[in-house]
């Protein structure tokens, strides 16, 4: 019997299930890119949606059952986490935190729940949690060898930086973030640090640098959650208190 006959022989036997498997793999395919599309899609909506109109934001995540199809249970419970805070809700914003504290989350879902996490707390004067959620951040990125590396090191500084604006108040650390705005090249993170620039410049109480640091973020924060705050504050200076 010749190799061709024999191969022959056994693809005439298992042909059916070659076939069955065939079709699996590429149906299969199908569905993980039809999947892999309508997650992008609703992502996108969704961030879109978060900054336009949040009350529409949050009532697509609790009452449109197909996002349970398209994002894991933990990813929605972030994504509501975000909806919250923009809202000012803190109460349901507690919630979120506290069963996002109980799942067990993917390493990058975990670090960016964490920076949320620190700023919640950190922006509402809530120094032992905010100082621990940094705690839990370094050791996390410390446990999977990740704090050396540029980009999770840039987000321990992130939380250092945090902590110093709205726990600490730290006025001292006013000529840092001037120059850390000066070098920033992206609009968003220049326009973020301008405004916490501006905070620190209330707590200093001084004025002239308060009103010429938010119309600075102003510019470069528009279109973003933040708008509305700079808004509030080129009104009324006092929000830099709180928020």
Same mark, same amino acid.
């Given at each position: 019997?010749?190799?061709?006959?024999?191969?022959?022989? =056994?693809?005439?036997?298992?042909?059916?299930?070659?076939?069955?498997?065939?079709?699996?793999?590429?149906?299969?395919?199908?569905?993980?890119?039809?999947?892999?599309?309508?997650?992008?899609?609703?992502?996108?909506?969704?961030?879109?949606?978060?900054?336009?109109?949040? +009350?529409?934001? @949050?009532?697509? /995540?609790?009452?449109?059952?197909?996002?349970?199809?398209?994002?894991?249970?933990?990813?929605?419970?972030?994504? /509501?986490?975000?909806?919250?805070?923009?809202?000012? +809700? +803190? %109460?349901?914003?507690?919630?979120?935190?506290?069963?996002?504290?109980?799942?067990? @989350?993917?390493?990058?879902?975990?670090?960016?729940?964490?920076?949320?996490?620190?700023?919640?707390?950190?922006?509402?004067?809530?120094?032992?949690?905010? /100082?621990?959620?940094?705690?839990? /951040?370094?050791?996390?990125?410390?446990?999977? #060898?990740?704090? #050396?590396?540029?980009?999770?090191? *840039?987000?321990?500084? *992130?939380? +250092?930086?945090?902590?110093?604006?709205?726990?600490?108040?730290?006025?001292?650390?006013?000529?840092?973030?001037?120059?850390?705005?000066? #070098?920033?090249?992206?609009?968003?993170?220049?326009?973020?640090?301008? &405004?916490?620039?501006?905070?620190?410049?209330?707590?200093?109480? %001084? *004025?002239?640098?308060?009103?010429?640091?938010?119309?600075?973020?102003?510019?470069?924060?528009?279109?973003?959650? &933040?708008?509305? =705050?700079?808004?509030?504050?080129?009104?009324?200076?006092?929000?830099?208190?709180?928020?």
């Amino acid at each position: 019997m010749t190799l061709f006959a024999t191969f022959t022989d =056994i693809l005439a036997v298992y042909w059916p299930f070659i076939a069955v498997f065939v079709v699996v793999a590429v149906l299969s395919g199908v569905t993980l890119g039809m999947l892999s599309k309508a997650r992008t899609d609703a992502a996108q909506t969704l961030d879109r949606l978060l900054v336009t109109n949040v +009350d529409v934001y @949050l009532e697509r /995540l609790t009452s449109n059952k197909r996002l349970k199809w398209v994002f894991r249970k933990s990813i929605i419970q972030f994504m /509501l986490l975000k909806g919250y805070i923009v809202k000012g +809700d +803190d %109460d349901k914003a507690l919630q979120c935190i506290r069963a996002l504290d109980s799942m067990r @989350l993917e390493p990058q879902e975990k670090v960016e729940f964490l920076q949320t996490r620190i700023s919640f707390f950190a922006t509402r004067n809530n120094r032992e949690e905010a /100082l621990a959620g940094r705690d839990s /951040l370094v050791n996390f990125l410390k446990k999977v #060898k990740a704090d #050396k590396t540029d980009k999770y090191r *840039e987000i321990l500084e *992130e939380a +250092d930086v945090i902590i110093k604006v709205y726990v600490e108040k730290d006025v001292n650390f006013i000529p840092s973030l001037i120059a850390k705005a000066a #070098k920033t090249a992206h609009p968003v993170v220049r326009g973020i640090t301008q &405004y916490r620039i501006a905070k620190l410049a209330y707590f200093k109480q %001084d *004025e002239q640098l308060v009103t010429r640091y938010l119309q600075r973020a102003a510019k470069n924060l528009k279109g973003t959650s &933040y708008q509305q =705050i700079v808004e509030s504050a080129l009104k009324d200076s006092s929000v830099l208190a709180e928020q």
